[in-house]
């Protein structure tokens, strides 16, 4: 069965910081390398905007909890 990854991304003051960028892009790479996938996930309020950005990321999936 494929990895999936899951990256939890940082964000503040309505943006994703630049930590988080760095971490879904290794997440990428890392899935690219074994077969797997990469899922994000977003905790906050208000974060429906920004999974949109995120998910324009070519993630499997953006789970936002507001």
């Known amino acids: 069965m494929p990895d999936e990854i899951l990256v939890f991304v940082e964000h503040q003051g309505g943006k994703v ?10 997440g990428q790479q890392l899935a690219r390398s074994t077969g797997g996938s990469v899922s994000a996930v977003l905790v906050g309020s208000g974060v429906s905007a920004l999974a949109s950005q995120v998910a324009a990321a070519k993630v499997q999936e953006v789970l936002a909890a507001d």
């Open 17 to 26: 910081s630049r930590p988080a960028w760095e971490a879904l892009a290794a």
